[in-house]
């Protein structure tokens, strides 16, 4: 996923005894000292490890590394490809061994990229990104999301640490066939929405489909409904974790009560907090669900699961013709260690499943590229259906951050908070006040 977006724990990193060296921070080669002719660097073998696990992200990852050991047979790929949850809790300790492995997705946020960045594990791009032309390739809205200041505080600035295949945006999956049964349109505004989760929940549906087991979908439920209450340059403050906005507000808390009163009308299905995030989304391919709130990286399961019965739309506004404002970004980007001893063979491989190239073979595997993807050719339906999203919502930059990057623990805070709040184990005020002394404490110290 953002994806998938969240870590499964924290980071903890040890202060230096006195006397020891504090770890070093990697520093990008100057640009006339990288080799990109991946052919001449003699025989590699470069370790891989991606969370592109899925049909279509397996498949993309499939086809584009068999090309790439096909034009270079020097290199050769031990390919190492884990759940998201899983790479999340490993990469940790193989970053801090003596081996780690030569490129890894690495998520985002400050509990991983960020965190690894600090501890010098990722070797920074920039010297690559002159001499392949990544900055023409990706738009700098894009690249923020890989961004990090070398002490790893600042997020969205700084060194270049890693490069993403796909895009991502936060949307409405909906099921066609069920929306003509029940009489429904896709809803054109929120209160349209709202309406037909009414509709289908007396028409004897599952109004809209989550499985919250893994804590983390539950954010992106509520990072949808917030873009409906709070301006985006506020969501944009607190997602990146800076100074200057507070979770405590009328809007945050309208926010909140909204989503305990779907729970209270029940639009979920019963035990929606006890189900896994993979079997929901399964549940959704076949008819369990007129709705789910879920990434584009779902597209392809959901796809051949249901076919052209399937739709996306971005979040409809408070207004037919509000700007459109969806939780995205990239998925997880590709970084280099920087324990790696093959750091040029490393990019030249980056490079390659990211070119022009690769966003074609992205495309035709059902997955969204986050570049070149005006230039990309699919058909009506499903896939055009999210494409269009995408494209609407970076053009009118409408993209807002997902909320667990706002602090190294915030993925683990927000997670269970939000648990609560759909337990209703806490008040909505409650919930708010657990988000911002996580928050608070952050960005006041964090320079």
Same mark, same amino acid.
């Given at each position: 996923?953002?994806?998938?977006?969240?870590?499964?724990?924290?980071?903890?990193? &040890?202060?230096?005894?006195?006397?020891?060296?504090?770890?070093?921070?990697?520093?990008?080669?100057?640009?006339?000292?990288?080799?990109?002719?991946?052919?001449?660097?003699?025989?590699?073998?470069?370790?891989?490890?991606?969370?592109?696990?899925?049909?279509?992200?397996?498949?993309?990852?499939?086809?584009?590394?068999?090309?790439?050991?096909?034009?270079?047979?020097?290199?050769?790929?031990?390919?190492?490809?884990?759940?998201?949850?899983?790479?999340?809790?490993?990469?940790?300790?193989?970053?801090?061994?003596?081996?780690?492995?030569?490129?890894?997705?690495?998520?985002?946020?400050?509990?991983?990229?960020?965190?690894?960045?600090?501890?010098?594990?990722?070797?920074?791009?920039?010297?690559?990104?002159?001499?392949?032309?990544?900055?023409?390739?990706?738009?700098?809205?894009?690249?923020?999301?890989?961004?990090?200041?070398?002490?790893?505080?600042?997020?969205?600035?700084?060194?270049?640490?890693?490069?993403?295949?796909?895009?991502?945006?936060?949307?409405? !999956?909906?099921?066609?066939?069920?929306?003509?049964?029940?009489?429904?349109?896709?809803?054109? &505004?929120?209160?349209?929405?709202?309406?037909?989760?009414?509709?289908?929940?007396?028409?004897?549906?599952?109004?809209?489909?989550?499985?919250?087991?893994?804590?983390?979908?539950?954010?992106?439920?509520?990072?949808?409904?917030?873009?409906?209450?709070?301006?985006?340059?506020?969501?944009?403050?607190?997602?990146?974790?800076?100074?200057?906005?507070?979770?405590?507000?009328?809007?945050?808390?309208?926010?909140?009560? %909204?989503?305990?009163?779907?729970?209270?009308?029940?639009?979920?299905?019963?035990?929606?907090?006890?189900?896994?995030?993979?079997?929901?989304? %399964?549940?959704?391919?076949?008819?369990?669900?007129?709705?789910?709130? @879920?990434?584009?990286?779902?597209?392809? *399961?959901?796809?051949?699961?249901?076919?052209?019965?399937?739709?996306?739309?971005?979040?409809?506004?408070?207004?037919?013709? @509000?700007?459109?404002?969806?939780?995205?970004?990239?998925?997880?980007?590709?970084?280099?260690?920087?324990?790696?001893?093959?750091?040029? @063979?490393?990019?030249?491989?980056?490079?390659?499943?990211?070119?022009?190239?690769?966003?074609?073979?992205?495309?035709?595997?059902?997955?969204?590229?986050?570049?070149?993807?005006?230039?990309?050719?699919?058909?009506?339906?499903?896939?055009?259906?999210? !494409?269009? @999203?995408?494209? &609407?919502?970076?053009?009118?930059?409408?993209?807002?951050?997902?909320?667990?990057?706002?602090?190294?623990?915030?993925?683990?805070?927000?997670?269970?908070?939000?648990? *609560?709040?759909?337990?209703?184990?806490?008040?909505?005020?409650?919930?708010?006040?657990?988000?911002?002394? *996580?928050?608070?404490? !952050?960005?006041?110290?964090?320079?």
């Amino acid at each position: 996923m953002r994806l998938a977006v969240l870590a499964a724990g924290v980071l903890v990193l &040890t202060s230096c005894a006195p006397g020891s060296s504090a770890p070093p921070t990697p520093t990008s080669a100057p640009p006339s000292a990288v080799r990109t002719d991946a052919a001449a660097l003699g025989n590699v073998t470069l370790t891989v490890w991606d969370q592109e696990v899925r049909g279509g992200q397996a498949a993309q990852m499939k086809q584009l590394n068999d090309a790439f050991q096909a034009k270079y047979p020097n290199i050769k790929l031990n390919r190492v490809s884990r759940s998201f949850d899983d790479l999340n809790t490993t990469l940790r300790l193989a970053l801090s061994g003596n081996e780690p492995p030569d490129v890894v997705e690495a998520n985002n946020g400050r509990s991983s990229m960020g965190a690894f960045v600090k501890a010098g594990q990722l070797r920074p791009l920039d010297a690559y990104a002159d001499v392949y032309g990544w900055k023409r390739r990706y738009p700098e809205s894009v690249l923020r999301y890989s961004r990090y200041s070398a002490d790893g505080k600042l997020f969205g600035e700084g060194n270049l640490y890693g490069l993403p295949q796909v895009g991502e945006v936060v949307g409405v !999956f909906y099921n066609r066939a069920k929306l003509t049964k029940l009489g429904l349109q896709p809803p054109k &505004t929120w209160a349209d929405f709202e309406t037909s989760l009414a509709t289908a929940k007396a028409g004897g549906e599952v109004p809209l489909q989550l499985g919250n087991l893994d804590k983390w979908p539950a954010i992106h439920v509520f990072g949808t409904v917030q873009s409906r209450h709070v301006p985006p340059d506020q969501i944009g403050t607190l997602g990146f974790g800076r100074k200057g906005a507070t979770w405590n507000t009328p809007e945050n808390t309208a926010t909140a009560e %909204q989503l305990v009163g779907w729970v209270d009308k029940g639009y979920f299905a019963k035990g929606f907090n006890g189900q896994g995030y993979d079997p929901a989304w %399964q549940a959704f391919g076949k008819g369990q669900g007129v709705f789910m709130i @879920a990434g584009t990286w779902l597209l392809a *399961d959901l796809q051949k699961a249901l076919g052209d019965d399937l739709g996306f739309m971005l979040p409809p506004g408070v207004t037919a013709d @509000a700007p459109p404002v969806a939780t995205g970004g990239t998925g997880l980007p590709f970084a280099i260690t920087a324990k790696s001893p093959n750091p040029d @063979a490393a990019a030249a491989y980056i490079n390659f499943i990211t070119s022009a190239d690769a966003m074609k073979v992205l495309t035709a595997t059902g997955n969204l590229p986050v570049a070149e993807t005006g230039q990309q050719s699919v058909a009506k339906g499903p896939q055009q259906d999210v !494409f269009t @999203a995408f494209g &609407t919502v970076t053009a009118k930059n409408g993209l807002v951050p997902y909320l667990d990057y706002a602090t190294p623990t915030f993925a683990d805070t927000l997670g269970a908070a939000l648990q *609560d709040l759909l337990a209703e184990k806490a008040t909505p005020q409650e919930f708010l006040a657990t988000l911002e002394k *996580d928050y608070k404490t !952050f960005a006041e110290s964090n320079g």
